[in-house]
Each structure stands twice: as C-alpha cells, then as structure tokens.
C-alpha cells in the first residue's frame, strides 16, 4: 500500500510539472499580447521641413516628451496629482485626478513637456507615471506667414495652410499606418521670400494700426511664374500657438479670429480697381483703342438708379483719361459697347468669377448675381455686384502686363519652364501693351502717383469702395485696394494692398490713394533690392543710377 501510494504521488507531481511545462512552452511560443493602450498608439510621426525659396527654415519638427499615467499602477491618486502640480503650475487637478481614478489602462496628463519638467517629474519618483517621445511643430517665425504655413494640432496633423496641403498630398495616409516615425523626409520649398513676407507683413500691420482700420493685406506676384513671393493678411496668429487661454481657463475667440485670411479666403467689392479689367475687355474686344473717347459729359440713368463720377470731369474723355479720372460714366460705357454676355465671358476668362486653383485650401468662391441684367453689368464695370478675392485679382492683374497669359498661382517654388503648363493666353498681346501704357502712367499723373518709388516704376490703379456692412453699404466706412505692378518698363511682379475701414490716412484722408498706395510705395521701396530689380532712371542716366 506504501508503494502505491508513493508511485501516485509522485505521478501526480510529475503530470502537475509536464502541465507547467508545456504552458511555458505555450507562453513562449504565443504572440504577444498587447497589455494597455499604450503599446497601440502609433510611433510619434515626422513632418517634412518647410523651406522658403532660398532655403530659409519656415517649420520644423521639434522632439518633445508627453506625460502619460497607467492608471492601474496608482496608489494615491491625490499624492500623484499634487507632486505633478509643483513641476507642472498650469496643470488641471480636477481632470487629473479623474483620470487617475479611473480603470482604464492609459490616460495621457500633459502633452509636449520641456525637458526640464521631464527631469522634474522624473525625480519625483512616482510608479504608474511615464513618458512618450512626441513631434512639435515649430515656426521658427512666429507669426510672419501665418496665413501660408497654417498650423498642425497636438498630433502633427496638418490644420490649415501648406500644413494642411502636405497632408492632403499622402502625408496623413503615411501617419495613420506608422510609416513617418523617424525617417528624414524631403523639405517642402515654398516659392515664398521670407525676407519679402517679413517686409510685407510688417508694413500691413503699421498700416492697420496707424490708420485705425479693422483689418489689412498684401500680396506680391511673380507674372511670369504665378509664384506668391509674400502674402500676409492681419490680424493674423502666431502657428506655434494656435489657440490661447484665458486665465478663466476659456477659449480666446478674439485672437482666433486672426486664423482667418482675408487675401484667399474673404471675398470682397474690389472697386474702382476693376475698371482696369473693364478697359482692358474694351481694349481685348477692339471696342476701344487708346486713342478712343468716351463720352462722360452727363450721368446715366439706369433702373431707377443714377451712376455719377466721384470726381467728374463733365466733357467726353480719351481712354486714358477714363483710366486716370477713374470715370464710371465711361467705364459703364465701354462695358455696353461689349455687351452683358461678352462682360461676363471676359470676367470667366481671366479667373474673377470662379473659384481660384491653388495649393492653399482655404480659398473664397466669387459671388455674383446669379443672372446678369444691364444694371448688373453697369455696376460691376466699375467694381460693385461682384465680390472677388484679393489674391484672385492679382493673379488676373498679371495677365494684364505680362502679355496676356493668365498663369495658375502656386505657393511652391517652380521657373518659368515649369510654369508654362499652367499658362493660358487670355488677353490680346497688344491689349496687355496698352494696360501696361496705362498702368505707367497713372502711375506718374494720376492716383498711383502716391505708390511710385523713383527708379522701380510703380503702376497700378486705386481702388476705393463702399464698405458693405450686413448687406448694405455704409457711406462712412471704405475699403480700400491698390492694384499694381513694378518696373513698369519691364514689369515682373504685381503687388495689391487692401485696407478695410481705415478712419484716416496719409494727410488725414481716408480714400485709396492715402492708405493702400502707401502702403504698396513702402513695400516695393524695400522688397525691390532684394529681388533683384534694379532701379532704372532712363536712357542716358547712369549717374543718376550710381547715385541712388
């Protein structure tokens, strides 16, 4: 009985062991599984760098560490949550210490810490805490191109601007599957200047401020490319912080107003500098030659409305006249001479009446009426009925002295060869050679007298328009546009400013000749150098030239 009883036991041992065994074996040979959230989240994901056109870093990716607590493994949530809080001042007990108590297995307390905090929390020595390396975005110019770079959120996910365009280009799909950890990827070069921005976007906001306006904007355009070399809109934000609190701990929504980009994604009644569009149809149609007059003797009845000059010269004017003294008499007549149909093809041509195509998602469709009457066609000669983007107008102003080739804007840098794909004839070349005649001169005799730099031959047209407040015009408030180009004897870039509501101005005075034109007259003053114009004073004046 002894030895049976032994041989049992020692049976039972040996299948309890081989169980054991066999279940280690089993342990070792599974796939393992995964514990907690933490292991599923993705490895910390990599943007490309954003450069400008000369290899200036625009954005980056910078490595940070994130906070996160296991939950489970917490023995005193209060303790944790009040050690944390002399390392991290901002932290929010209350939502803290929920998490903590709670029976989930990861939860994140504070995303991107600087590296002192990590050493600090580190030292406090508490289990259940750890740390996950993570990307931040930074914008080593702060505010500076805002409106063109966007902003990512606290997962490197592209929001707004180019941010937003890179993802959209395959960039995101790669972040989902884990494919962007680590690995060095190409730098995207945008065809911006920053040294163009910089100057632009400095010379908006004095603008802002010193004539008291709601808002400002700029844009310079290469005409042979399509490149946007600089394109600033304020009130703007800082990209390395999106989103501000307030010390309540609410959302500042003042301050995200500033996302908003009045140059690509507002739309507005572009006034008087339309006119230039008009003539320019005149003179495309052969309607209208340069030595053509137009009678603006009277004012025009039209649909119980009458249409007036600000400034009339009552008697017939010649084309460049029209242009200088900005008539809306002759400018509704010249728009008659080529019919409601033929205005409205013309305006499709040259892109003011659709939807821009661009890399920027955040661009503004066009309104206009949705049928055209003559009162229609009339109002919109001379810049009120339509609304159009600032950007969009300049893109157009381009076909207008660069031979008539109407070119898709880009804000990635390309060269001509490049740019010939995206070029469409639109404009007769002779007409683009009287706009360019026009441009100059009103330049040097009429309202764009107040945007010439010597020797760079600013041209262009001011604008000054009604304010429409909640659908109907204000007589006390402006907006404002100067639409131009420079040199004028060899134009290579349009520039548009826009000011909305300004209370004053240049000598007091509120119109567009003395608070958009200024504005072009600083920007081209100092970005000129830089890209490479040379000033130019005429055949036979290379003192003059030495001596600027």
Partial sequence: MGKHRLGLIMLSFTIVYLGLGARLVQYGLATPEITNSINAIPPPAARPDIIDRNGELLATDLNMMSLYAEPIRIVDADEVVEKLATVIP???????????????????????????????????????????????????????????????????????????????????????????????????????????????????????????????????????????????????????????????????????????????????????????????????????????????????????????????????LTVPEVFRYSSNIATVKIAEMVGIEGHKEFLTRLGLLSRLETELPEIATPTQPPTWKRIHSATISYGHGMATTPLQTAVAAAALVNGGKLIQPTFLARNDEEAAPASVQVLDEKASADMRHLFDWNGKTGSGRSA?????????????????????????????????????????????????????????????????????????????????????????????????
């Fill in 90 to 316: 901002d932290l929010d007990w209350g939502t803290t210490h929920r998490k903590l108590r709670s029976k989930s297995a990861f939860q994140w307390l504070k995303r991107q810490l600087t590296p002192r905090q990590q050493a600090d929390i580190l030292a406090l020595g508490l289990p259940g805490i750890g740390f996950r390396p993570e990307k931040r975005r930074f914008y080593p110019g702060g505010a500076t191109a805002s409106h063109i770079l966007g902003h990512v959120n606290v997962d490197n996910r592209g929001l707004a601007g180019m941010e937003r365009y890179i993802d959209r280009q395959g960039l995101a799909d790669l972040m989902t599957v884990g494919m962007t950890g680590n690995t060095p990827l190409e730098p995207v070069r945008l065809s911006i200047d920053l040294r163009v921005q910089s100057i632009v976007r400095s010379v908006i906001e004095k603008a802002m401020h010193s004539y008291h306006a709601e808002a400002a904007g700029a844009v310079v355009l290469d005409v042979h490319t399509g490149e946007i070399l600089a394109m600033a809109s304020v009130p703007d934000y800082d990209p390395n912080q999106p989103s501000r609190m307030l010390p309540d701990g609410s959302i500042d929504t003042e301050y995200e107003k500033g996302w908003f980009n009045r140059m690509s994604n507002a739309t507005f009644e572009m006034g008087s500098t339309i006119k230039s569009f008009t003539i320019a149809m005149g003179l495309d149609s052969g309607k209208i030659v340069l030595d053509s007059v137009v009678d603006a003797s009277r004012p025009i009845r039209m649909g119980g409305f009458t249409i007036n000059d600000f400034h009339g010269r009552h008697r017939p």
């Fill in 452 to 548: 010439d730099v010597p020797g760079f031959h600013v041209g262009g047209k001011t604008g000054t328009a009604d304010k429409v407040v909640n659908g109907r015009y204000a007589t006390d408030l402006n907006f404002n546009a100067f639409l131009g180009s420079f040199p004028m004897h060899d134009p290579r870039y349009v520039v548009l400013s826009i000011i909305d509501a300004p209370l004053t101005g240049e000598s007091g005075r509120r119109l567009a000749a003395y608070t958009a034109a200024p504005m072009i007259k600083e920007i081209v003053s100092r970005a000129a150098p830089l890209l490479g114009v040379k000033p130019y004073f005429g055949p036979g004046q290379s003192g003059l030239l030495i001596g600027y």
